[in-house]
Nanobody, 123 residues
Framework: QVQLVEVGGGLVQAGGSLRLSCAAS????????MGWFRQAPGKDRQFVSA????????MFEDSVKGRFTISRDNAKNTVYLQMNRLKPEDTAVFYC????????????????WGQGTQVTVSS
């Protein structure tokens, strides 16, 4: 079993930055694919970014490319999502997810989920 805890959400003005962190516990987190998803009110859960266990392979949803970066520190069992040049349309609850096998954009492939953290971007 894996527990994921996200921190770092909040309220920021458009153009600002936030960094989300997700700490994993319960098993060897370095063996996990880690992903970030977001869900705005009334919308489906949307893929944001993912990083493979090695940290070498990453992928991003098109609307965040060039603005968001993902990284991980396996010694700390933590993955980070650095979000720059935030826009009001980035407003959502952001979820950290993990899976031992799938490097995927599909939220249904992820086994473990955090509780979510709210990101609000004001215009």
């Amino acid at each position: 079993q894996v527990q994921l805890v996200e921190v770092g959400g909040g309220l920021v003005q458009a153009g600002g930055s936030l960094r989300l962190s997700c700490a994993a516990s319960g098993r060897t987190a370095s063996a996990l694919v880690m992903g970030w998803f977001r869900q705005a009110p009334g919308k489906d859960r949307q893929f944001v970014s993912a990083i493979a266990w090695s940290g070498v392979r990453t992928m991003f949803e098109d609307s965040v490319k060039g603005r968001f970066t993902i990284s991980r520190d396996n010694a700390k069992n933590t993955v980070y999502l650095q979000m720059n040049r935030l826009k009001p349309e980035d407003t959502a609850v952001f979820y950290c997810a993990a899976d031992p096998a799938y490097f995927s954009r599909d939220y249904r492939q992820y086994t473990y989920w955090g509780q979510g953290t709210q990101v609000t971007v004001s215009s």
